[in-house]
């Protein structure tokens, strides 16, 4: 029995080494330590309220942090274009559920799954940030 732990954790060390290859091609967006929290009672947060909506928080993670809201359910997402380089268009422009980048190639996403809308060989999905819902405050976390 103890001659086949080293294998299982080989094997495990082996299959999780496995998906930063996929990565590689992800590695545009900064690690910034992400942790606020909004008050939904407050009118620039309101519409969250209601499904089918999202709301934009600049000065914060890479290009500001979007909040959407599926009536019960919220998630939010960094606002940069995760299949480009930050650059002054690459922050997403919410419309509803789904999220386009300034930039001239139009990338589109969907902020339930995070992941490119229409899939047009765009790699990267958008990197996603955590929420507890505390009664009216969301705290927004990585």
């Known amino acids: 029995m103890k001659s086949i732990f080293p294998i299982i954790c080989l094997l495990f060390l082996v299959s999780c080494s496995g ?3 996929d ?9 910034i330590g992400v942790n606020f929290t909004i008050d939904l009672s407050l009118p620039q947060y309101s519409q969250l ?7 934009y928080i600049p000065n ?4 500001g942090v979007i909040i959407a809201s599926t009536g019960g359910d919220f998630y939010a997402w960094d606002a940069s274009d995760p299949n480009h380089t930050p650059n002054s268009c690459s922050a997403l422009i919410p419309n509803g559920l789904f999220g386009t980048c ?3 190639d139009g990338n ?7 992941t490119p809308d229409g899939n047009d060989g765009l790699r990267c999905s958008l990197r996603n940030y955590r929420i507890e819902n505390n009664g009216n405050n969301l705290l927004i976390f990585n």
């Open 23 to 31: 990565d590689k091609n992800c590695r545009f967006l900064l690690d």
């Open 108 to 114: 589109s996403y969907n902020f339930i799954t995070g």
């Open 60 to 63: 914060v993670g890479n290009a």
């Open 102 to 104: 300034g930039c001239d």
């Open 49 to 55: 309220t209601f499904a089918g909506n999202s709301v």
């Open 19 to 21: 998906n930063s290859v």
